[in-house]
């Protein structure tokens, strides 16, 4: 309780330049644990969501039943259902069933369907750059707000006629906070931002491989 109090009394006894590091890495903080969670939610709903869909997918695997089951309206279909939708919906879209329309409406739905997984992965991929910025900023932030408090213990020191370690320690200490304040926001979004980004990209690779396998289906229809 009293290091609790210690380390209080370090932060409000600070220069008015430390504090303002100080409340800017906590802004920092809290921001970064924002998107984190949130972050982590979406993510957790996309992964089921692919599970749900392709579990769906392998046990009915009539196209023309799934899509008639689908929402009609394109806002009210998950991701999954969104690139099935865009490509099925583009596939079907000419009714000539010679061999080369069959082709083309393959290729066309396959770009379809990419183009809507990949504006699905940057949906899920923005704010991660913010938590990269936050991660590789705050610990420089902080470091700027020691340098500044560490500056102004050692120019109060010319006023004083015999310097001690007891004169220069108390102002140290209240710059070294902001370097520790630093690293509490670095660390927690530095280890986020590459598990969230990793999340990320496996959606993605699930995303492709249910197009190939889509577009494998479509160009064998008759």
């Not at 579990?55 to 806002?75: E, H």
Request: proline share 2%; glycine share 6%; aromatic share 10%.
């Amino acid at each position: 309780m009293d290091s609790v109090t210690s380390v209080l009394s370090l932060i409000l006894a600070a220069g008015f330049v430390v504090q303002v590091v100080m409340i800017i890495l906590v802004g920092m903080s809290v921001y970064s644990w924002t998107i984190i969670m949130s972050k982590k939610r979406i993510l957790m709903d996309s992964q089921k969501d692919i599970t749900a869909f392709h579990n769906i997918f392998l046990a009915d695997p009539n196209l023309k039943t799934l899509y008639k089951q689908m929402p009609q309206i394109v806002s009210q279909r998950s991701a999954m259902e969104g690139i099935f939708g865009s490509g099925y919906g583009e596939f079907i879209h000419t009714k000539s069933v010679s061999n080369q329309s069959l082709v083309m409406n393959s290729e066309r739905a396959y770009r379809s369907m990419s183009t809507t997984a990949n504006n699905e992965i940057d949906r899920l991929d923005g704010g991660l750059s913010v938590l990269a910025m936050i991660a590789s900023s705050s610990p420089y932030i902080g470091l700027f707000g020691t340098v500044w408090g560490i500056m102004h213990s050692f120019i109060g020191l010319a006023s004083v006629k015999h310097a001690t370690i007891a004169i220069v320690a108390p102002g140290i200490a209240e710059a070294l906070i902001a370097t520790a304040f630093g690293l509490f926001a670095a660390i927690p979004a530095t280890i986020a931002y590459n598990r969230l980004i990793s999340q990320v990209e496996d959606i993605n690779n699930k995303y492709m491989a249910f197009i190939e396998e889509l577009f494998v289906i479509f160009q064998r229809q008759k």
